[in-house]
């Protein structure tokens, strides 16, 4: 999982953010290994019985929109022939939807129509990532139906794999996405993707700015995972709980 790709992201997205150059060696790293990058929605087809997998299938994935995933990643990913799955938040792209609020240069829709044409699925992620699990069902409702009607009227064909803004899903928000006519749903959880997770709670791997390519290369061979991401599985173990409590509370002043 990825998001910006940048020399120098603002600060709001540093973290999460790879070099140009870390990302193109990671690419690398997959060829000399022999992975075959896939889109979201052939491993689902593949799980669903649509046909055999490659022996070292990888998903590469990119939140969110960010501009420097036109300037910078599909460059590489042109030059290894690899597949990847674009999730944008519609409301954050430059353009007529544009609906403020983004955190760094962001897309427009002639580059997002740029990565569909070199092979890249384009799917949902909300139209202006908002915490899905925080807000009202109309909203939530707003929120999936929007981002899938956008991305259908700029491309001419329906998103059919989603990503949770901030990996925040439960079952009220699967049922709300797969309601929104889509297919499959990313959610973070920072382990590998199985298909007994189910097709709306596929997991991923968070490739930070500080990730080199030891890390980088350990994780997509599937070793040290859970050394590597246990802050991460504390940390959203207990904010899930919070998370719970915050959106009772909410429920329950709602009713008063």
Known sequence: MYHAVAHRPAPAT?????????????MEVLAERGFTPLTTAALAHAW??????PERPVLITFDDGYEGVHRHALPALVEHSFAATLFVSTGWLRGAHDAGGAPDAMLDWDQVRELAAAGTEIGGHSHTHPQLDQVD???LRQEAVRCTEIIAAELGERPASFAYPFGYANRR????VRGAGYAQSLAVGNGLARRGQGPYALR??????????????RIVEGRGIARTFAADRAL?????????TRRAGSLLLGRT
Not at 173 to 176: D, N
């Open 236 to 244: 959203t173990k207990g904010y899930a709980l919070v998370r719970r």
């Open 14 to 26: 540093r973290a999460l953010s790879v070099s140009p150059e870390a990302f193109a060696r990671q």
């Open 137 to 139: 069902d109309e909203r």
């Open 173 to 176: 928000v699967r049922r709300a």
């Open 48 to 53: 669903r019985g649509g046909g055999p997998l």
């Open 204 to 217: 991923r791997l968070t490739v930070r700015r500080s990730t080199d390519v030891a890390e980088f290369t």
